[in-house]
T-cell receptor, first 113, second 111 residues
């Protein structure tokens, strides 16, 4: 089964804990993205990476961190500094170029208890 | 800064009626516009993009640079069109691959 995968599907975290969300793709895409989806807010870009070992902040990067050590992997860490982390997180990947389609994973729902 | 506005959070039509989902954008560069769709319990996926000039599932969208709009239209709505629709914008020619999404419109097609 090819494409883009995210794990886990559901994640629960206690306040004050960091947690890492996994995103893997086997599409050989150069670019990868993390979005946060909240009801009534649409999708907001957290971080994106256009190439291995490089990434840029999106619109709401505060309280999050990423790494891009391998082309196929782009994990997102939600730190304790993120004030309102409960949300649905979507990962995507694409070929380079602003006109290219982004392919989305199934998402991870994070709940902070 | 790039911005996408979808003025309707909810849109409800009857089967067979025409449907238009509105999208307006603000961007000083050369925009590329997209419509993404999320059906119930499915992944977010591309519906269509301006550069392809294609019709997908009976939907079309025309880029109007004068009005800075990219409205999505279908002449006869079907129940299976019920979904959340997002308009999105990126820079077509530069090295910026960021997609900016609107807040989405939930379309319900009633029988």
């Amino acid at each position: 089964d090819g494409g883009i995968t995210q794990s886990p599907k559901y994640l629960f975290r206690k306040e004050g804990q960091n947690v890492t969300l996994s995103c893997e793709q086997n599409l050989n895409h150069d670019a990868m993205y993390w979005y946060r989806q909240d009801p009534g807010q649409g999708l907001r870009l957290i971080y994106y990476s256009q190439i291995v070992n490089d990434f840029q902040k999106g619109d709401i990067a505060e309280g999050y961190s990423v790494s891009r050590e391998k082309k196929e992997s782009f994990p997102l860490t939600v730190t304790s500094a993120q004030k309102n982390p409960t949300a649905f997180y979507l990962c995507a990947s694409s070929w380079r170029g602003g006109y290219n389609e982004q392919f989305f994973g199934p998402g991870t729902r994070l709940t902070v208890l | 800064a790039q911005r996408v506005t979808q003025p309707e959070k909810l849109l409800s039509v009857f089967k067979g009626a025409p449907v238009e989902l509105k999208c307006n954008y603000s961007y000083s560069g050369s925009p590329e516009l997209f419509w993404y769709v999320q059906y119930s319990r499915q992944r977010l996926q591309l519906l269509l993009r301006h550069i392809s000039r294609e019709s997908i599932k009976g939907f079309t969208a025309d880029l109007n640079k004068g009005e800075t709009s990219f409205h999505l239209k279908k002449p006869f709505a079907q129940e299976e069109d019920s979904a959340m629709y997002y308009c999105a914008l990126s820079d077509s020619g530069g090295s910026n691959y960021k997609l900016t999404f609107g807040k989405g419109t939930l379309l319900t097609v009633n029988p």
